[in-house]
């Protein structure tokens, strides 16, 4: 089944505590994404990567850190969380470019 | 400020119903897709329509396209209680092919 999985689903974390959201796909996808949902904000990007290799800053790239070493994971990496990271994320991921993306179920982040 | 901004921010209808969905946004574009989100899930892809096009359909869904106007709108027609979610336009900036924008959406509720 073609799919964009995340893990974890939920977390709760103190400030400070780094940790890694993973996301992988199994289509074979160039372009994976990750964004933030918050109520009133809509969904904005934080980072983006075209390929292997390949990534750049989104629209709220401050705090986050990502990595695409192979085609199929992109990692997000929050080094240091703060309480203002408290959010739903979403990785997503599609052929070629932003264009009819796939997206996973989501991570609830909460830091403390 | 936000590219693509939703009207109406919510929307109620009876089963059977159309449903109306407008979207303004401020810069020229690639292309205009627009998402559904079941509460807290995953987005789906619903269609993409590109900047020379003016209307495009899927099954119940027809989208319009009003370069001039810088608007979009998404019908969807003889509605279900199935249909009941969030929905939400992104662009492509002309120019900036590499980023998807997302507006803060439209939250439909259809009742049976």
């Known amino acids: 089944e073609a799919q964009v999985t995340q893990n974890p689903r939920y977390l709760i974390t103190v400030t400070g505590k780094k940790l890694t959201v993973t996301c992988s796909q199994n289509?074979?996808?160039?372009?994976m994404s990750w964004y933030r949902q918050d109520p009133g904000l809509g969904l904005r990007q934080i980072y983006y990567s075209m390929n292997v290799e390949v990534t750049d800053k989104g629209d709220v790239p401050e705090g986050y850190k990502v990595s695409r070493k192979e085609k199929r994971n992109f990692p997000l990496i929050l080094e240091s969380p703060s309480p203002n990271q408290t959010s739903l994320y979403f990785c997503?991921?599609?052929?070629?470019?932003?264009?009819?993306?796939?997206f996973g179920p989501g991570t609830r982040l909460t830091v403390l | 400020s936000q590219q693509g901004e939703e009207d109406p921010q919510a929307l109620s209808i009876q089963e059977g119903e159309n449903a109306t969905m407008n979207c303004s946004y401020k810069?020229?574009?690639?292309?205009l897709q627009w998402y559904r989100q079941n509460s807290g899930r995953g987005l789906v892809h619903l269609i993409l329509?590109?900047?020379?096009?003016r209307e495009k359909h899927s099954g119940r869904l027809r989208v319009t396209l009003d370069t001039s106007k810088k608007s979009s709108s998404l019908l969807i027609t003889a509605s279900r209680a199935a249909d009941t979610a969030s929905y939400f336009c992104?662009?492509?900036?002309?120019?900036?092919?590499?980023?998807?924008?997302f507006g803060t959406g439209t939250r439909l509720q259809v009742f049976p």
């Open positions: 810069t020229s574009i690639n292309n």
């Open positions: 997503a991921s599609s052929f070629s470019g932003p264009n009819e993306q796939f």
């Open positions: 289509m074979n996808h160039e372009y």
């Open positions: 992104a662009t492509v900036l002309l120019g900036n092919t590499d980023k998807l924008i």
């Open positions: 329509i590109r900047s020379n096009e």
